[in-house]
């Protein structure tokens, strides 16, 4: 059984950087991926970014170049590294993972926002201006 814990969510002002941790605990089977999404109310849930068991990283498209998904050497538990924030990030952060889920699994789970796998309870980001 995996478990996923969220930090590092607050409130900060535009320009400034935030670094989200999933703490990761439990086992997986196979293959698996560990992924960042995000939810504003009233907006479709949006995929941020996904690391696969191999490394393999995806972000979304229109946030290369400020996000960025990393882990420690052999660890499991990624951090989601924000910067140049904006208004427009502002929203509740959830990390996800799925076991028996390779790298094509992976990215494509991070596009369609799918709500399958174990969920984190999410930490919350506010931007203001």
């Not at 660890?75 to 208004?87: A, D, H, K």
């Not at 993972?97 to 390779?102: G, N, Q």
């Amino acid at each position: 059984q995996v478990r996923l814990v969220e930090s590092g969510g607050g409130s900060v002002q535009t320009g400034d950087s935030l670094r989200l941790t999933c703490r990761v605990s439990g086992s997986f089977y196979g293959p698996y991926c560990v992924a960042w999404f995000r939810q504003v109310p009233g907006k479709e849930r949006e995929g941020v970014g996904s690391i696969g068991h191999k490394g393999d990283i995806s972000i979304a498209e229109q946030l290369q170049g400020r996000f960025t998904i990393s882990r420690g050497r052999g660890q499991v538990s990624p951090w989601l590294q924000m910067n140049n924030l904006s208004p427009g990030d502002s929203g509740m952060y959830y990390c996800a993972a799925r076991s028996y889920c390779d790298s094509d699994c992976c990215s494509t789970w991070r596009r369609t926002s799918a709500r399958t796998g174990t969920w984190g309870q999410g930490t919350q980001v506010t931007v203001s201006s």
